[in-house]
Each structure stands twice: as structure tokens, then as C-alpha cells.
């Protein structure tokens, strides 16, 4: 029972690091892109 509660939460904190990686990785794309047009 009580791996199967650790399961859970491992699951919960990866999924929720892959979706900040996600995010962050997004947001640098976008500040990337302004930093050009800006050059420009």
C-alpha cells in the first residue's frame, strides 16, 4: 500500500516537472524570438 502511495506521488511531481519544463522551454522560445525582432 504503501509503495503504491509513493507511485502516486512520484507520478504527480514528474508530471508536473515535465509540464514546467514544457512551459519554461516555451517561454525561452519566446523571448529568443523578441530578442530578434527587437535586433531588427
Given at each position: 500500500?504503501?509503495?503504491?502511495?509513493?507511485?502516486?506521488?512520484?507520478?504527480i511531481?514528474?508530471?508536473?516537472?515535465a509540464?514546467?519544463?514544457a512551459?519554461?522551454?516555451?517561454?525561452?522560445?519566446?523571448?529568443?524570438s523578441?530578442?530578434?525582432?527587437?535586433k531588427?
Amino acid at each position: 500500500m504503501d509503495l503504491n502511495i509513493y507511485l502516486i506521488i512520484g507520478g504527480i511531481i514528474g508530471f508536473v516537472l515535465a509540464f514546467v519544463l514544457a512551459t519554461k522551454q516555451r517561454n525561452d522560445k519566446k523571448a529568443t524570438s523578441d530578442q530578434q525582432s527587437d535586433k531588427a
